[in-house]
């Protein structure tokens, strides 16, 4: 049995998307270093994604079996250096919810969650 998270992480281009992947890879999941991917990985050809333009956002990706995430993103507050903190978005869906969740990163609390589609 599975409980699969499917994790996109979304930060300003500004970032040092490398760094950002190291400090990120120090996540203990499941025993083992943290793997996420980024949609501009040099294993992917450049502009695989739709659109005329290549994007102008860190955008990461991956999906889990019973992911911790209230821990990850606690982790991402408090481990990961980020010049453009308040420009962070999580976005979770696990395989019971109807609708992805998001999380914003804060320096006043442990995590920010907002529904999407809820009050628009």
Do not use: C
Not at 37 to 47: N, Y
Not at 56 to 61: H, K, N, P, Y
Not at 89 to 113: A, G, K, P, Q, W
């Amino acid at each position: 049995m599975s409980l699969v998270t499917n994790l996109i992480v979304i930060f300003d281009v500004g970032e040092n998307q490398d760094e950002i992947l190291i400090q990120i890879s120090k996540f203990q999941y499941q025993g083992k270093s943290f793997n996420i991917k980024s949609v501009d990985s040099k294993h992917l050809p450049i502009g695989w994604y739709g659109g005329d333009k290549m994007l102008e956002t860190g955008v990461l990706i991956g999906a889990y079996n019973y992911f911790p995430e209230k821990d990850f993103i606690k982790f991402l507050e408090k481990n990961v250096k980020w010049e453009f903190k308040e420009s962070v978005l999580v976005l979770i869906m696990n395989d019971h919810d109807e609708r992805f969740r998001f999380y914003t990163l804060s320096e006043n609390s442990d995590y920010n969650n907002v529904l999407i589609g809820e009050n628009i």
